[in-house]
């Protein structure tokens, strides 16, 4: 498969180390956000696109590229709460090929669902107060991480006592779900889920150790994509 790069920071960069490994080949890769460089004419040659660039382009990035009918795979985060239904109108109206993913990693889609099993066992447990902590390198630009809002509405959507997910010292109450997120040296991402009580404590943790489990996804998701139609998600690709 022909590939091309929008975003070619820390993410990208792997991603093109990986690639020919898997048998796919990088026919171009920019290292702007600039969305006019999805005109650039070595584009044509790209079968798919994968998108890894800023929360304040990513969705001009993906309505360009389904508008000019390339396949796109998605892994910036911090936007795409905002814009979805917009974005999957486009992926409707044009019959579009779009993945979505706030984290590639096949071992944090695996915490996903164990987060969403616990959230279950936990509702009847009102004594104990749920948060989300996150780590992630200084070069992250959004807070909190797109994988930690994922996994505060998975607990929204799987214990009823949770309406809404809150920064630390806002105002609140039991009804939501704090995220704390630290920006520290190169950590690749850390994500935390806590259920505390007055007399113990519940954490179930995911830690990366480097990029490449999300660099292998976001090939995977590609993979899967290429021929496809519609919108299409990490559990379409587990199932």
Not at 168 to 182: K, V
Request: with cysteine; net charge negative; glycine share 6%.
């Amino acid at each position: 498969m022909k590939i091309a790069l929008l975003g070619y920071g820390k993410m990208g960069k792997t991603i093109a180390e990986l690639a020919p490994p898997m048998g796919h080949e990088i026919v171009f890769h920019s290292s702007l956000d600039e969305s006019k460089r999805i005109q650039n004419k070595e584009l044509n040659e790209a079968d798919l696109v994968i998108e890894f660039t800023s929360p304040a382009s990513a969705c001009q990035n993906v309505m360009q590229c389904l508008e000019a009918g390339y396949p796109i795979v998605s892994g910036t985060t911090g936007w795409f709460h905002q814009y979805k239904n917009e974005i999957l109108k486009k992926v409707t109206d044009l019959d579009g090929s779009f993945f979505y993913a706030s984290n590639f990693s096949i071992g944090v889609n695996i915490f996903f669902e164990l987060n969403k099993k616990l959230a279950q066992l936990m509702e009847s447990k009102p004594d104990y107060q749920c948060s989300i902590h996150e780590i992630h390198h200084v070069h992250k630009k959004d807070a909190p991480s797109g994988t930690a809002i994922s996994l505060a509405d998975q607990i929204i959507g799987n214990h009823s006592l949770y309406d809404q997910w809150t920064l630390p010292n806002q105002d609140t109450n039991n009804l939501a779900i704090t995220i704390q997120s630290e920006r520290i040296d190169e950590v690749p991402g850390t994500h935390s889920v806590f259920y505390r009580s007055n007399i113990d404590e519940i954490e179930i943790k995911h830690s990366a150790y480097n990029r490449n489990g999300f660099a292998q996804g976001a090939l995977v998701a590609a993979s899967f994509l290429l021929g496809k139609k519609g919108f299409w998600e990490m559990k379409d690709l587990l199932q």
